[in-house]
């Protein structure tokens, strides 16, 4: 598969702008008590406002959510003509978008070049994961 690598990164950052954008009108980047702005400019070089172990853990938390519909085959409950594992790995990409859009990260580009880097690896091919201590998932 050819990879193009600008439709990704712009879908990416679209997908950030809206998640990120979102979140920001909704007050999810603003201190409900002072009113400070919490996105962080410069990351990592200039430390977050935002704790990004907690925004860490409300990913964790959707994936987690994910296998739980997936292990029981539910479906949602707030979108109901959809499976629970499909929302929440959706809740958890919204987040993902958020907190690289808060945190100033480029995700975007991470993942363009993460996706060109693995369609070289070696070891992401199928004879390889056919051998002995190949990976198998």
Not at 57 to 75: D, I, P, Q, T
Not at 105 to 114: M, Y
Not at 120 to 134: I, L, M, N, P, T
Request: glycine fraction near 10%; aromatic fraction near 6%.
């Amino acid at each position: 598969m050819k990879l193009d690598i600008q439709t990704i990164i712009t879908a990416g950052r679209d997908l950030q702008f809206f998640c990120h954008g979102q979140a920001r009108e909704n007050g999810w980047w603003t201190d409900i008590t002072t009113g400070q702005d919490l996105t962080s400019k410069g990351y990592p070089k200039i430390n977050p406002t935002k704790n990004v172990g907690e925004l860490l853990a409300l990913v964790h938390s959707e994936v987690s959510e994910a296998m739980e519909g997936h292990r029981k085959l539910l479906m949602d409950d707030k979108l109901p003509n959809r499976t629970m594992l499909e929302v929440e790995l959706a809740d958890a990409v919204i987040r993902i978008f958020d907190m690289s859009g808060g945190l100033g990260l480029d995700v975007a580009g991470a993942i363009a070049d993460k996706l060109e880097f693995n369609a070289s690896r070696q070891d992401h091919r199928v004879e390889s994961r056919r051998a002995v201590g190949g990976k198998k998932f």
